[in-house]
């Protein structure tokens, strides 16, 4: 069973054209103009969710040079190890 999300109410002021578009929107998707910028706000948040971890990715990527010859099975465990052999 899903449970309903609680709504907040929010009073915001849009252009007469930006009015007009939703209206459209509303219309022509059989929702209401609430659930239609719900969903633009998802959508955009998505975007932007996206392009942040695609950042990370890049940034993964560019620093991949700094850990080249390290052992991947290597684990802090290990290393405490090691270091303690060379004590």
């Known amino acids: ?9 929010k009073n ?3 252009s007469k054209e ?8 509303a219309e022509k998707e059989k929702k209401s103009q609430s659930e239609i910028i719900e969903e633009l706000i998802n959508k955009v ?12 990715l890049k940034r993964i990527i560019e620093n991949r040079k700094h850990f080249e010859g390290i ?17």
């Open 18 to 25: 930006a009015e007009e578009k939703l209206k459209e929107l």
């Open 1 to 9: 069973m899903r449970l309903k999300t609680r709504k907040v109410r």
């Open 12 to 14: 915001i002021t849009i």
């Open 45 to 56: 948040y998505k975007e932007i969710e996206k392009k942040k971890k695609l950042e990370a």
């Open 71 to 87: 052992d991947p099975n290597l684990t802090i465990q290990k290393i405490k190890e090691q270091m303690g052999s060379e004590l």
